[in-house]
């Protein structure tokens, strides 16, 4: 009878399959799609050529060496410094996924090799303490290995999955009294890649992209044609204004910033500026629920390690670095510090960045804001223009907040470099009239949207800020 070979032993096939890869930088884990996955390693995020092959060592040693999650996440950490990777989540996180997902797939198609010597396979459940109701529902199912489900439905199913499959022989269906299952029907569901508006048609139950058998298909001289075929790396990525983010929110992530910033820039080449000013003085973002903000949350102990991770500094460093007093936190749409290099935007659970598809509006609450300052009524902020009136609401109101925090910080570090940071008579909006401090913030929202509006306008303010940014980026 044919014998799977597993266990402690070193699994051949899964390090040859691994090891037959071919290296291709990726900006987001969607570039690679489905069974290309057989014959390309990629990381999200990692776009370096030399990154991508320490990664690829690392996993290598994992996989023919069995090196542990723990070993694993302390070379990651090194790895991370000395490349000075900003990688999106905490290292922890990164670490576990990228372990997690390559030793599994490795594993999967070194069992889809050894399980062609068994005419029946059967699908069975991982051990899970929150079962997926459709992987559960197969487990126990038993089909001819030359079935089609088990070109979509071989395990891995999505991030985590731990469901396997075994061999079965002709003599033990008969000594269990196993029959072949019914062929099951794959209905499929819609699914839109957010970046690029691709619709793929995802089976229901497997998490876009898992819907293929490793191992199957797709050899080296594929891929390597297909990547010569392709742009140059930094045309076909979408554009990156700014590095990173940390976000808590499933709809508000560095993704979505950077798409919606990169289409302003089209029409608004301060937007170029604003970049070069995050990446100069290493700006980053805390994208936080309202329950995760107040000093009063039970939400701050799980964040604190993550968090310290994303700004690389200590725990004690951390819990000064974002939690604020509940009354702030009720109040505040975001808000950062002189001693800060972040900025925290607070947004709803249910906000989707995704819901911005139309930026004029954000360009135009500029526009109207100055309107209602001519007319002799003046608008609270420029983001409440969005929040009250504008179809993104909320969602794009938040880039407005984003801007106006940053805003904060190009003041601080004006301020640092010595120079005149007074502002100037006119307020535009009542909360600029608060303080110097506001005035800033929300005039730099106006300059980065809309500084023809301001030229028209207020030139004296335009001038103010171009001097500034000048000052801050040479």
């Not at 198609?109 to 529902?137: M, V």
Request: net charge positive; charged share 20%; with cysteine.
């Amino acid at each position: 009878m044919p014998e799977a070979q597993y266990g402690s032993l070193p699994f051949t096939q899964a390090i040859e399959f691994f090891r037959s890869k071919l290296n291709v930088p990726a900006e987001r884990w969607a570039d690679i799609w489905r069974d290309q996955h057989n014959s390309a390693f990629m990381v999200a995020g990692a776009t370096k050529r030399d990154l991508i092959a320490d990664l690829r060592q690392m996993v290598d040693a994992a996989i023919a060496e069995g090196k542990s999650l723990t070993w694993f996440k302390s070379e990651f950490k090194h790895l991370v410094k000395k490349h000075g990777w900003d990688h999106t989540g905490s290292a922890a996180w990164r670490a576990n996924i990228i372990y997690g997902t390559n030793m599994r797939q490795s594993y999967n198609a070194g069992r889809w090799e050894q399980l062609q010597a068994f005419p029946y396979w059967r699908y069975a459940h991982g051990d899970s303490r929150f079962p997926r109701p459709h992987h559960l529902k197969h487990h126990g199912l038993i089909l001819p290995k030359d079935s089609p489900f088990w070109q979509v439905w071989f395990p891995q199913n999505g991030w985590g999955c731990k469901c396997k499959v075994y061999g079965v022989t002709e003599a033990q269906m008969r000594r269990r009294g196993w029959q072949v299952s019914e062929e099951p029907v794959i209905d499929t569901v819609p699914w839109t890649d957010k970046a690029t508006g691709e619709v793929h048609h995802v089976p229901v139950g497997i998490d876009p992209g898992f819907d293929y058998a490793p191992g199957r298909t797709k050899p080296a001289q594929h891929i390597q044609q297909l990547e010569a075929a392709k742009p140059a790396l930094p045309d076909r990525l979408p554009r990156r204004l700014v590095p990173s983010a940390f976000s808590t929110v499933k709809g508000m992530d560095i993704h979505g910033l950077n798409r919606i910033l990169a289409e302003i820039a089209t029409k608004r080449p301060e937007l170029e500026q604003v970049s070069a000013f995050v990446k100069r003085y290493q700006i980053k973002t805390l994208i936080l629920k309202p329950t995760e903000i107040s000093t009063s949350s039970k939400r701050i102990k799980d964040l604190v390690a993550p968090i310290a991770d994303y700004l690389q500094v200590d725990g004690y460093k951390a819990l000064r670095s974002w939690p604020v007093s509940p009354s702030v936190a009720r109040k505040a749409g975001g808000y950062t510090a002189h001693a800060w290099h972040h900025l925290v935007i607070k947004a709803k659970s249910n906000l989707r960045l995704s819901n911005v598809t139309n930026v004029d509006e954000l360009i135009n609450a500029v526009e109207a804001g100055i309107v209602a300052h001519a007319n002799g009524a003046p608008m609270w902020t420029f983001s409440s223009i969005v929040r009250n009136f504008g179809d993104s609401g909320e969602a794009g109101s938040s880039v407005l907040t984003w801007l106006h925090e940053l805003g904060h910080q190009v003041h601080f570090r004006v301020i640092d470099k010595g120079y005149n940071a007074r502002g100037l008579p006119t307020t535009l909006t009542r909360y600029a009239g608060q303080d110097v401090w506001e005035w800033h913030a929300e005039h730099f929202v106006a300059w980065a949207l809309n500084r023809p509006k301001l030229v028209e306008h207020h030139p004296d303010i335009a001038e103010y800020f171009d001097n500034i940014m000048k000052a801050l980026n040479d």
